[in-house]
């Protein structure tokens, strides 16, 4: 998670070819952004719930 202008970020990089989620900017992910710790956390759940792994 990082922090900008008091505001929290959070991020995962995604795979969806070899069904990967990282944790950290990895090449060839796709990163994606949330403002919400919420948002972040149903989409850790809905990519757990399709089997994806985490790095």
């Known amino acids: 998670m990082e922090t900008t202008r008091n505001a929290a970020l959070w991020r995962v990089w995604v795979d969806t070819v ?3 989620v990282s ?3 990895a090449e060839g992910f796709r990163p ?3 403002r919400s710790r919420e948002m972040f956390l149903s989409c850790v759940d809905e990519y757990t719930g399709q089997h994806y792994r985490y790095q």
């Open 23 to 25: 944790f950290h900017e």
């Open 18 to 20: 070899n069904r990967i």
């Open 32 to 34: 994606i952004e949330f």
